[in-house]
């Protein structure tokens, strides 16, 4: 999902010079593989750069989640993206950011299920934090422990501190409350406020697509070629005339 493949045979690389016939197809083949390798890195290096456009304080797992694999004269194909395979431990970066590269349906977790039982509503629905509740944390998630605290609340009943209810009078769509009670300033009374934490959504969106990985490799590589190809074809033919 976040690899960018990149191809070329002998004849591309032929119309950077006029003086390419003095070389082998052994020597092109080598300058091409060294080319498209320089490029993918330039391309890598870009994807680093460019990702906290997309990505919210990325954590240095996934700016060093790339990887590049280099072209051969017997192979004329460079590969550079975000790693898909495992590698010690953790979750590769481009597992965890398929959604946001490809899109996909909101995934359900453990804390979505147990609001739908509590709420008596059907599975499929995800919990949507209200704006203004405080729950995020500096990712941009809300913390396990949070989950936890408030649906361990709601399933002790309705007259606790969280609560499940219509996000309006007669609406179908189902929040979790906080209820809050505390003194009136100078009048020494009980008033109880509540506010929203999260609207149960039955419909969620899915997410859409927001990192064009693709097309940041491909800028990256396509500024980068040109240098790259001339130097190699020039090195290329240097060692050549250097060794008649």
């Known amino acids: 999902m976040s690899t960018l493949r990149l191809d070329l045979d002998a004849s591309g690389l032929a119309r950077l010079d006029a003086r390419v016939r003095l070389l082998t197809d052994t020597n092109l ?13 330039a391309a890598q290096t870009t994807l680093r750069q460019e990702t906290p456009r997309y990505i919210d304080r ?7 989640g790339t990887y590049v694999r280099f072209a051969r004269a ?26 946001v590269v490809k899109g996909t349906k909101p995934q359900l977790k453990g804390a979505d299920l147990s609001a739908t039982k509590a709420a008596g509503i059907p599975s499929g ?4 934090p209200a704006r203004g509740a405080g729950l995020l944390n500096a990712s941009g998630n809300v913390p396990l422990s949070r989950y936890a605290t ?23 769509t189902m929040a ?18 509540t506010r929203r934490l999260f609207t149960i959504d039955p419909n ?10 693709r097309r940041v490799l491909e800028q990256g590589f396509e500024q980068a070629w ?17 060794g008649r």
Not at 150 to 171: A, D, E, W
Not at 176 to 193: D, Y
């Open 29 to 41: 083949r080598y300058a091409i593989a060294k080319a498209l390798t320089e490029s993918a890195r």
């Open 58 to 64: 990325p954590t240095r797992w996934t700016l060093n």
């Open 74 to 99: 017997s192979d004329l194909t460079a590969e550079v993206g975000f790693k898909a395979d495992a590698q010690g431990r953790g979750n590769p970066a481009a597992r965890y950011l398929l959604p």
């Open 125 to 128: 629905a995800v919990l949507v």
């Open 150 to 172: 408030i649906l361990s609340g709601v399933r002790q009943g309705t007259g606790g501190q969280y609560f499940i209810g219509p996000v309006k009078r007669g609406s179908t």
């Open 176 to 193: 979790v409350f906080e209820r809050k009670t505390g003194f009136i300033p100078r009048s020494s009374t009980l008033e109880t406020s």
């Open 204 to 213: 969620p969106k899915p997410r859409r697509a927001q990192f064009p990985v």
């Open 226 to 242: 040109p240098v790259q190809a001339k130097a190699a074809l020039q090195a290329e033919l240097a060692r050549r005339l250097g």
